[in-house]
């Protein structure tokens, strides 16, 4: 990667291709980028075999009342997206965090002067890997949960290249939301600590109670709307509304941590 920290003068379209080809390199340089590649495959191995055994389990064992019957595969991948996801999310908070922990974000911010660009030259990396990332999950959780679930398991071929695609969009957008997060809290622990309250423990506590007030606002967030897009829910909205709604809230991300690097010295 070039040391040259001169400002980027050339016309706005060349410079925003020039900070993506940058944001590119310092992702694949990094070895923590293969470890967490490598943890979020080795996740998905793991929860999309136990959870086909359990499907399998339930249907074989002595108690007719847990019997599921036939089960997709994308049910099965939908499900371990639930765990999967943390360490697919640690790659695009630590597109932003760990530049700020080791002080290279004052380089990043000098080759590309304008924080707007540079954290779209971000977001749009740790989409496209995390998106890219997500086709091989899926992939791989499919190849996994087939054979274990044996005569107890449907593998259309159409259902499941769609869930696939709706793993990797939602972990494309989860982790854009991540790297907003991440550059207007700046700390990868306090990132990773409200990104596991918005996408779980918050949505959860409001729908213990089961009051439907509380019910309807946690619908909206980004977790329980990301859910109900991937299993292409009816009620209480539509799959596609749920989509919209993750990805309001990962643009919002962003327009906070353009904020908060507009508002703040690197």
Known sequence: MSTDTRPDTRPAPAALRGAVAAEWTKLFSVRTTWWTALAALLLMVASAGQLAIYAANDNTNDDPLDDRGIVTVGSVLIGSVELTQYAVLALGLLAITAEFTSGTIRTTLQCTPSRGRALLAKAAVAGAVTFALGLLLGTVGALVARPV?????????????????????????????????????RSAVLTLTVLFATLMIVPLSLQQPDIAVLNRIADVFPGVAGGHFLAGDTEPYPGAVGLLLLAGWAGAALLLGRAALRRRDA
């Open 149 to 185: 679930l044996g005569e107890w398991g449907s593998a259309p071929i159409a259902g499941t290249i769609g869930d696939i695609a709706a793993v990797a969009t939602y972990l494309a957008l989860v982790g854009v939301f991540a790297l907003g997060l991440g550059t207007a809290l």
